[in-house]
C-alpha cells in the first residue's frame, strides 16, 4: 500500500529542470498529494503562466511515480492560490545562493520588487551589497539579471512573486 | 449564461495569445540581448494565460474541442482579440506602447477579475496579475526613456502613439451578453475600469510630453469579430503547422 510519504520521498527527487539544486518540492510547486485506495491526485501550481518547465516536470512525475505498481496517478493544475517566492524554504534558498543564484528576498510580503522599488541584491559569489539590475527578465521566467558592482560579475536574482 | 462566460473567456484569450504572438515576433530580432530576452518572457507569460484561459473556454464549451483546437482552428471571424493586439508589431516604440497601454488595461481588468464568483477565473486573474505589474514595469521604463531620451526616439513614440490611439475605446467595448455576467459579479463592467485606465495612461503620457489625439475617429468591432487585415496574416502563421499537420505532436 502507497503512503502519502511515498509519494512525497519520490517527488523530492525530482530536480527542477532549470535550476537543478533545487527539487520541485522546495521549489513550491507541489502543493498537495491525495490517496484514495489505490488512486494517487498530485495537485501542482505553475510558478510563472508560462513556465515551459511545467510540462517537463509532469513528465518526470509520471515517469518517476511509475515505480510504484499498480496505481492510477492524476496530475491537477491550480492557479489559486497563485504561487510565490515566499514558498521556497530557508534552506532552498542556501542552495540557490551556493549555486551562485541569489534568492529572492525574504520580505516577500512587501513584494516591493512588484512596485517598482529595487532594492540591492546581494551578489552570490563576493557578498557584496552593490549590484546594479540590468534586466527584470533573465535566461528563464523566474529570474532577473543584475551585475555585481564590486566584483563586476553578472549574476542571475530568483526575482519575488 | 454559460455561452456568455464562454465567449467572454474566449475573448479573454484571444487578445492574450494574439499580443503574446505580436510579442515573440521579436524573438532573436530584439534590440539588443536582454530586450529580446526580456519580449520573449513576457510572450511566454501571456502564452501560460491565454492556455489557461483557453482550458477552461474548451470546458465550459465540452464539446471535445481542446485548447490547441480553440487557438489553431478558428478563422479572423470567430476571434474576438482586441484590433489593438493584432496590429502588426512595428518599432519598438510602437511595439512598448502598445504594452505600456494593453498592461495598464489588463491590470485594471484582471484586478478586478480577482474578486470574481466565479473561482477558475479568480485564481487564473490572481496569478497573471503579479506578471503584468512586470510587464507594466517594464513597457512603462521604456516609453520613459523613448519620450524623454533623443528628439528621434521623442518622434518614434508620438508616432506610435498616432496609430495606436484610434483602437484603444475597442478594449472598452461590451458584450450585450456580458451585463448577465456582470450582475452575476463573475467580471467587472469595463466602463468602470475607464477612469482609472485614462488617469494611469495620460498620467504616463504628461511625464514625457505626449499627447495622444482626441479628436481621432475611434475604431472597434472585435466584440463583433470585425478586425484589420493585419489579423489573417498572423493567423495564417501562427496556424500553418497545426493546419497541415492536424495531429502533430511535439
Ligand atoms: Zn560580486
Known amino acids: ?161 | 449564461m454559460a455561452n456568455a462566460l464562454f465567449n467572454y473567456i474566449l475573448r479573454l484569450a484571444d487578445s492574450t495569445i494574439i499580443l503574446a504572438q505580436r510579442d515573440a515576433e521579436w524573438t532573436g530580432h530584439g534590440p539588443y540581448l536582454e530586450e529580446d530576452l526580456a519580449l520573449t518572457n513576457i510572450a511566454l507569460d501571456l502564452f501560460g494565460r491565454g492556455k489557461a484561459l483557453l482550458e477552461y473556454a474548451a470546458k465550459l464549451e465540452a464539446k471535445g474541442r481542446t485548447e490547441d483546437d480553440l487557438a489553431f482552428f478558428r478563422s479572423e471571424r470567430q476571434y474576438f482579440n482586441a484590433i489593438i493586439t493584432e496590429l502588426p508589431k512595428g518599432d519598438y516604440a510602437f511595439t512598448m506602447l502598445r504594452h505600456a497601454i494593453v498592461d495598464t488595461f489588463d491590470l485594471l481588468l484582471y484586478s478586478a477579475l480577482m474578486s470574481s464568483t466565479d473561482e477558475t477565473l479568480k485564481g487564473i486573474a490572481s496569478k497573471t496579475c503579479k506578471e503584468i505589474q512586470y510587464h507594466q514595469r517594464h513597457s512603462f521604463a521604456w516609453i520613459k526613456r523613448f519620450g524623454l531620451g533623443t528628439e528621434e526616439s521623442a518622434r518614434r513614440v508620438s508616432d506610435a502613439l498616432e496609430q495606436l490611439w484610434p483602437f484603444t475605446d475597442d478594449l472598452f467595448d461590451q458584450a450585450p451578453a456580458e451585463v448577465d455576467l456582470i450582475n452575476a459579479g463573475i467580471i467587472p463592467d469595463r466602463s468602470s475600469l475607464k477612469p482609472a485606465w485614462q488617469n494611469h495612461i495620460l498620467n504616463l503620457f504628461n511625464e514625457v510630453h505626449l499627447k495622444p489625439n482626441t479628436e481621432a475617429f475611434m475604431q472597434s468591432g472585435s466584440i463583433k469579430g470585425i478586425h484589420t487585415e493585419h489579423l489573417g496574416h498572423l493567423l495564417a502563421e501562427m496556424q500553418a503547422l497545426p493546419r497541415m499537420y492536424p495531429n502533430a505532436t511535439w
Not at chain 1, 507541489?30 to 491526485?41: G, Y
Not at chain 1, 503562466?49 to 505498481?69: D, N, T, V, W, Y
Not at chain 1, 551562485?100 to 563576493?126: F, M
Request: proline share 7%; charged share 20%; aromatic share 8%.
Open chain 1, 1 to 161: 500500500m502507497i503512503s502519502e510519504d511515498d509519494v512525497w520521498k519520490c517527488l523530492e527527487q525530482i530536480p527542477d529542470p532549470e535550476i537543478p539544486v533545487l527539487n520541485i518540492v522546495e521549489l513550491g510547486v507541489i502543493r498537495k498529494v491525495q490517496i484514495t485506495n489505490n488512486h494517487v491526485t498530485i495537485t501542482l501550481t505553475p510558478t510563472y503562466s508560462g513556465c515551459p518547465a511545467m510540462k517537463h516536470m509532469e513528465q518526470e512525475i509520471q515517469r518517476s511515480l511509475k515505480m510504484f505498481k499498480g496505481i492510477h496517478l492524476k496530475l491537477e493544475t491550480v492557479y489559486f492560490p497563485p504561487w510565490t517566492t515566499s514558498w521556497i524554504s530557508v534552506e532552498a534558498r542556501n542552495k540557490l545562493q551556493a549555486y551562485g543564484i541569489a534568492p529572492p528576498e525574504e520580505e516577500t510580503e512587501r513584494k516591493a520588487a512588484l512596485w517598482g522599488v529595487e532594492s540591492k541584491i546581494q551578489c552570490p559569489r563576493c557578498k557584496q551589497q552593490q549590484s546594479k539590475l540590468i534586466s527584470q527578465f533573465g535566461s528563464t521566467a523566474c529570474k532577473a539579471l543584475y551585475q555585481c558592482q564590486s566584483c563586476m560579475e553578472p549574476f542571475d536574482y530568483f526575482k519575488c512573486l
